[in-house]
């Protein structure tokens, strides 16, 4: 079993910024990626990286804002969101051990989550 840890949600005004950090016990593939989930809403796709050539994909709501990286290790992500917006605001998971059999942003493909980081963007 592996371990995902999330932290670094807060309490931001519109146009600031935050970093989420993940850390998983141990390595749990090539690729994670970065979930969220607002209020009432389906969890989505955020962004995502693989160690192997560092491809990063984001979804289009968040490019140019954005920025997913990777340690050497494999075993920690980070999310640097900068001029972040109300519509922002959703719960943020991290995802490891991509089967690599269908999209990026299928939350269904991930073996292991985390439990969430709250980030909240107020006007």
């Known amino acids: 079993q592996v371990h995902v840890v999330e932290s670094g949600g807060d309490l931001v005004q519109a146009g600031g910024s935050l970093r989420l950090s993940c850390g998983a016990s141990r390595y749990a593939g090539a690729c994670m990626a970065w979930f969220r989930q607002p209020p009432g809403k389906e969890r989505e796709g955020v962004a995502f990286i693989c160690i192997v050539d560092g491809t990063a994909k984001y979804a289009d709501s968040v490019k140019d804002r954005f920025t997913i990286s990777r340690d050497n290790t494999g075993n920690t992500i980070n999310l640097q969101m900068n001029k972040l917006k109300p519509e922002d605001t959703a719960l943020y998971y991290c995802?490891?051990?991509?089967?690599?059999?269908?999209?990026?942003?299928?939350?269904?493909?991930?073996?292991?989550w985390g439990q969430g980081t709250q980030v909240t963007v107020s006007l």
């Open positions: 995802a490891a051990g991509f089967r690599g059999d269908g999209s990026w942003s299928d939350h269904r493909l991930y073996n292991f």
